[in-house]
């Protein structure tokens, strides 16, 4: 008697880009393409986008108001057309991300892109930096 195994993180997977999908209206999970992380540095927000084979010319960068847009291409180097892929994670073509920020900026963002990794650092708006506070004794 064969007992039949399912990786419950692959079904937890599936799951989720399902309802990503009927929530947002994306195409599963290249809608999560880049994977970015956000942090405050004190002075700055950072974004950090992970962009393997995107080349800098690729990319368009958009600030407005609270919002860094990221748009892109990224497209694989040609396989041999009767190739039979057992496994296809790594997608290609046009991409958006949409990035909400958690204050205002102000002054002109930079970006760098190396290793495959871009960097954009956004200057806060004098009003959402951190001020430091005098207590008053009596």
Do not use: W
């Not at 599936?14 to 309802?19: A, D, F, V, W």
């Not at 994670?89 to 046009?94: A, M, Y």
Request: no cysteine.
């Amino acid at each position: 008697m064969a007992i039949s195994y399912r990786d419950p993180f692959a079904q937890l997977q599936r799951e989720l880009e399902s309802m990503l999908e009927r929530a947002f209206g994306t195409e599963g999970p290249s809608s999560l393409y880049p994977p970015v992380n956000l942090f405050d540095a004190g002075e700055h927000y950072v974004v950090k986008a992970e962009l393997p084979g995107v080349r800098p010319e690729d990319l368009e960068l958009t600030v407005q108001d609270n919002t860094l847009v990221l748009r892109g291409e990224r497209t694989l180097p040609e396989t041999a057309q009767n190739a039979a892929y057992h496994r296809r994670e790594r997608g290609e073509g046009q991409f958006r991300r949409v990035v909400r920020l958690p204050g205002p900026t102000e002054g002109e963002p930079q970006a760098q892109f190396r290793d495959g990794v871009l960097t954009v650092r956004l200057p806060k708006a004098s009003q959402a930096r951190p001020r430091r506070v005098t207590i008053h004794s009596d």
